[in-house]
């Protein structure tokens, strides 16, 4: 199961343009860490421990699936790219910007880089007071305290004059604006993986299809004539509940909805594995249950091609999909195409994903946002 670990960072500078490098420091973030979920304020702060120009501060919640390691090692790549210079005798001086790990999830790490949470997080105001506008649920592991609890009890009397409030980078998107987001692709395709991720991102509900439940499925893939009916059927009706089911619990006019399904799918389907005279029946009953079925304002499709899903699924190990044959996606991929042609195309979106790598690359996520995003724009 795909898992988003929630990261804090205290960015801060006091050279050049600050306000100008921590953007530049959470877009660089966002593209290559994380996403950015939430921002502080900029609060001015003297400089802690020397004598300096004063510090612009800020903090930012961040969800990553990678390991804190990883997300040290960018953050410093990113602060070198941004002109900080680190000397391994450095004390304590002035910078461009600077990038502290203050908190992973609610984990302890101590190694020989990194200490998790911060040490000295409790001592720092200019720290805990951006960190608490972000009104995030977390305890520190040690001291068992608040974020607000720790500034409360903060030693630090310094200063923290408000600047300005940054843009998010999430804000550059609105999608909530569709209401009802439809992911969908081939077996193996990583809907179900990109549907969990921009649920969590963007604070969607989320609908997920419940397929491993279905009794017909393991038959089907022994004998696919004998079980084809049986088994398209089941998914239609499984299909038509759950949808009835979870949309009914939302509001389709104020919340913003994400699945990695539609009921659609199960034509594209049927007509694959079904018999003319069986297909015929089965559509009359698809049309009358498609009729009564709330639509997405969007559907995006994610295709990749043969190859790549088959070692996507063979990277799953799913017993029952290990004998999928080439062929069979390649059917699925053209029926998806020859449908989506059917549907009105301000709403449907195709997206090649053969050569990307959402999970890995944060950079291949956000270029699919970005996609999705200009054709919400272009409507």
Known sequence: MFIQNQIILSLGSNQ?????????????????????????????TPSWGFDSAA???????????????????????IEEQLGRLRLSSETYSARTIDIDLIAFDEQCIQTALLTVPHPLLQDRRFVLQPVVDLQLDWTHPILRKTFAELLRD???????IRIETPVAPLEN????????????????????????KISEDFNAKLILEGFADNPFLPKFYQDA?????????SFLADRYSQLADDLAQFDLFKEFIIADYHIFKSLIFAQITLESEEFRLYKQVFEIMYKETPKPGMYVYLYQNT????????????????????SYLEKVNQGYFNYIKTLPQDKVLIIDISEMDFV????????????????LASR
Not at 26 to 40: E, N
Not at 55 to 77: D, G, Q, W
């Open 16 to 44: 050049g343009n600050r306000t100008s490098f921590l953007q530049q420091a959470m877009a660089l973030i966002h593209q290559s860490v994380g996403t950015v979920i939430r921002v502080s304020a900029i609060y001015e």
């Open 55 to 77: 510090f612009y501060n800020c903090a930012i919640l961040v969800h990553a699936s990678l390991p804190a390691k990883t997300v040290l090692e960018r953050c410093l790549a």
């Open 154 to 160: 903060c030693p630090d009397n310094s200063s923290c």
């Open 173 to 196: 998107y609105r999608f909530q604006d569709v209401n009802f987001l439809a992911i969908e692709g081939n077996i193996g395709a990583g809907k179900t993986t990109l549907a969990h």
């Open 225 to 233: 004539a004998r079980y084809a009916f049986p088994l398209e059927m």
């Open 307 to 326: 190859q790549r899903l088959l070692e996507n699924i063979k990277k799953r190990g799913r017993s029952y999909e290990s004998d999928i044959p080439a």
């Open 360 to 375: 890995n690359r944060q950079e291949d996520y956000i270029a699919i946002l970005d996609i999705i995003q200009q054709k």
